[in-house]
């Protein structure tokens, strides 16, 4: 199983919205809508931000944004922040009932 | 306040064996799929295996399925990583997480590191 499909680094001003692609295949993000991200500081605990797509746990900001097309999924961090910029990984489940992370993207705030 | 603790990591030669715990604190974990993730040092996440409530399913990743082994103690609200025959590459951080609605994992706690030197 390979891991989904990243950008390694994205990049924008305070205040900007940016979007981190998720690309998977037929058999995890294009087969279910079971598709996360989560917001990982370096020797922290990674944090959820969005499940099953789109849906956000109670208190992580509307900022955070999920959709999915096909066999891609997009974050969109919306107000860009100066505490946002920090790495970003994407999973899914698949179809051998295993879960497969992203590659992770790297968010600088300029 | 919901809390995972892992333990149990440590120094060990290749070939080796380690097992990890993590105790879960604070919500019902008898309720929960469980699950195991790792990341090595300058590389991203990667899942590592889960298991069901009650452990009658197992599921791993490739690289360590006939290596690794986890497994649950829902009496002591504990779950465990046995890890055998062990290699360089399986040198990380290891966390231990909630697997919540859609398979998304909603409850991580802090790692414990193992280094197979």
């Known amino acids: 199983q390979s891991a989904l499909a990243q950008p390694a680094s994205v990049s924008g001003s305070p205040g900007q919205s940016i979007t981190i692609s998720c690309t998977g295949t037929s058999s995890d993000v294009g087969a279910y809508n079971y598709v996360s991200w989560y917001q990982h500081y370096p020797g922290k605990a990674p944090k959820l931000l969005i499940y099953e797509v789109s849906n956000r746990p109670s208190g992580v900001s509307n900022r955070f944004s999920g959709s999915k097309s096909g066999n891609t999924a997009s974050l969109t961090i919306s107000g860009l922040q100066a505490e946002d910029e920090t790495d970003y990984y994407c999973?899914?489940?698949?179809?051998?009932?295993?879960?497969?992370f992203g590659t992770g993207t790297k968010v600088t705030v300029l | 306040e919901e809390q995972l603790v892992e333990s149990g990591g440590g120094l060990v030669q290749p070939g080796g064996s380690l097992r990890l715990s993590c105790a879960g604190s604070?919500?019902?974990?008898?309720?929960?799929?469980m699950s195991w993730v790792r990341q090595a040092p300058g590389k991203g996440l990667e899942w590592v295996a889960n298991i069901k409530q009650d452990g009658s399913e197992k599921y791993y990743v490739d690289s360590v399925k006939g290596r690794f082994t986890i497994s649950r103690d829902n009496a002591k609200n504990s779950l465990f990583l046995q890890m055998n025959s062990l290699r360089a590459e399986d040198t990380a951080l290891y966390y231990c997480a909630r697997d919540g609605r859609g398979a998304a994992l909603d409850l991580w706690g802090q790692g414990t590191t193992v280094t197979v030197s």
């Open positions: 999973s899914s489940y698949t179809s051998s009932r295993i879960q497969v």
């Open positions: 604070g919500f019902t974990f008898s309720r929960d799929w």
